[in-house]
């Protein structure tokens, strides 16, 4: 019975963060570009590639073979009609020559998913294509890019202790310093306690780490995801906690000493 509760709690958790994820997708989806979107992806998935081709820029448009290429992409997709389509990605791009659009669309299967991306360039009235891309997926985008331990190795398991210790170290510090006696800059010190500096990125679905040396991180972690997007981990150097740990005991010496000479100040008086 205990079993079965929790299935049903965390089939519930699921679904609501399913439900969450596509309504912030929905929010940022423009209109009627998304429309647009879909109408090339679903020409591109029958084969009619002349509507297609009309749409697209005149660079893609010289692309040699783009006829093949387009015929290509159709065998992307999975046989058969899709169950259901819906945005899974959003980003644009606004500047002087106009606004870019990139729409990534999941599309539902009997036996399989694909991704199909579109980027659309709006200048004035006109919308041109100026990319298509599809990708046949084994499970559904939010499965993929599940935040779970399930199946993963020793390094996201370091890694995921490491976002936890930092911060607690950080924290550790923090308190730590409040309760030490400083002459000067007291919060100075417990501010810098706090802070972690250059950030190491680690992507949780592909395993890839990226490198920022130039960063600033509260407590030393983070954690980060779009919607359908993997989850990215940050970990800083927690810098502040160690200086301050290593400084500890000669800022208690100053402050030690800054008493005393307080009281043989107040003696001779």
Same mark, same amino acid.
């Given at each position: ?18 439900? /969450? ?8 989806? =423009? ?25 697209? /820029? ?23 009609? =899709? ?32 991704? +199909? ?14 990319? &298509? ?31 936890? #210790? ?24 417990? $501010?810098?306690?706090? &802070?972690? @500096? ?8 592909? +395993? ?18 779009? =919607?359908?997007?993997?989850?990215? $981990?940050?970990?800083?150097? =927690? ?10 005991? +000669? @800022?208690? #010496? ?9 009281? /043989?100040?107040?003696?001779? #008086?």
């Amino acid at each position: 019975m205990t079993s079965l509760l929790r299935s049903m709690l965390a089939g519930v958790c699921l679904l609501l963060a399913a439900c /969450s994820q596509q309504v912030l997708v929905d929010q940022w989806t =423009p209109h009627p570009e998304a429309e647009i979107a879909r109408s090339i992806l679903e020409q591109v998935r029958q084969g009619d590639i002349e509507p297609v081709k009309a749409r697209l /820029s005149d660079e893609l448009r010289q692309t040699p073979d783009i006829d093949a290429k387009l015929q290509q992409f159709a065998t992307y997709f999975p046989a058969g009609t =899709p169950r259901s389509v819906k945005v899974v990605g959003v980003h644009t791009l606004t500047n002087a020559s106009g606004t870019r659009y990139d729409l990534t669309f999941e599309y539902a299967f009997a036996d399989g998913w694909a991704l +199909g991306h579109a980027r659309l360039a709006r200048t004035g009235d006109a919308v041109l294509v100026e990319g &298509l891309h599809v990708q046949r997926l084994a499970q559904p985008l939010e499965q993929v890019n599940a935040f779970t331990l399930i199946g993963k190795g020793p390094l996201h398991w370091i890694v995921l202790l490491l976002c936890i #210790a930092i911060p607690a170290f950080c924290i550790y510090a923090f308190v730590l310093c409040l309760r030490t006696p400083i002459v000067r800059r007291k919060w100075l010190w417990a $501010l810098f306690t706090l &802070l972690g @500096l250059i950030t190491v990125h680690f992507n949780w679905t592909s +395993g890839e780490f990226d490198f920022q040396l130039l960063s600033c991180q509260l407590l030393g972690a983070s954690g980060l995801a779009d =919607p359908y997007g993997p989850m990215i $981990l940050g970990m800083s150097l =927690p810098l502040g906690a160690i200086w301050f740990l290593a400084c500890r005991g +000669g @800022l208690m #010496a100053n402050a030690a000493a800054a008493r005393a000479a307080a009281s /043989s100040g107040q003696e001779l #008086a």
